[in-house]
Each structure stands twice: as C-alpha cells, then as structure tokens.
C-alpha cells in the first residue's frame, strides 16, 4: 500500500520560512518523479515544483520560482520543499505526488499517487 505523508506546514507571517516534508512508502521512491502541488480555498490545485528520479532535473511554477527549492533524498524516501519569503497567497493545502515517469510531470493527471495535504497558511 503505497503512503505519501507531508509534515512541517503551520502559520507564519509573511517573509518568513517553512520547510515541508513529504516521506513515501509502498513503493520504490527512486522510480518516481516528484512533485508539490497546492489547493487554495475556493482554487482548483496547482502546480508548485517537481523533482525527477535522480533529483538532476526540477520545475517550477512561475509564481514560486527564486522563492522554493525542491528536493529529494532517496535514501530516506522523502522528498522536501523549502519555502522562503512566504506570502500570504501562498496560503493553501500543500500536496506532494508520485509520478512512476521518466520525465518530469508538471500536470496533476500524470502523477499516480497522492498526500492528504499540509496546511500552510501565511499571514500579512
């Protein structure tokens, strides 16, 4: 039964930091690309960042890129998201994915397996 749990989303004021875990198991994480997504309320979810295979190749949204950083470490089968300089339309559900692709999908129909979600909410 493959698992996607994100941690480390909480309330922090605009400008600040949040680093996001995602940990896998069930499946063998270094076959998957993966990816962050986010859903705002009312929003339909989005694209955030994705990280191949081997963590050489990864994407951003326009909207985050400079700002977060994705990142992968297969031993542990986690992947992260390091966000800084928060702002308050980066409060969302965050969602991290699995991708069993070569390339690096930036699509939500493309990714196999998903999280419950991390709130993250940034306050002005």
């Known amino acids: 039964q493959v698992q996607l749990v994100e941690s480390g989303g909480g309330l922090v004021q605009a400008g600040g930091s949040l680093r996001l875990s995602c940990a896998a198991s069930g499946l063998t994480f270094s076959r998957y690309a993966m990816g962050w997504f986010r859903q705002a309320p009312g929003k339909e979810r989005e694209f955030v960042a994705a990280?191949?295979?081997?963590?050489?190749?990864?994407y951003y949204a326009d909207s985050v890129k400079g700002r977060f950083t994705i990142s992968r470490d297969n031993g542990k089968n986690t992947v992260y998201l390091q966000m800084n300089i928060l702002k308050p339309e980066d409060t969302a559900v965050y969602y991290c994915?699995?991708?069993?692709?070569?390339?690096?999908?930036?699509?939500?129909?493309?990714?196999?397996?998903w999280g419950q979600g991390t709130q993250v909410t940034v306050s002005s």
């Open positions: 990280i191949s295979r081997t963590g050489v190749t990864r």
């Open positions: 994915a699995a991708a069993a692709v070569g390339q690096v999908p930036t699509n939500l129909e493309e990714y196999d397996y």
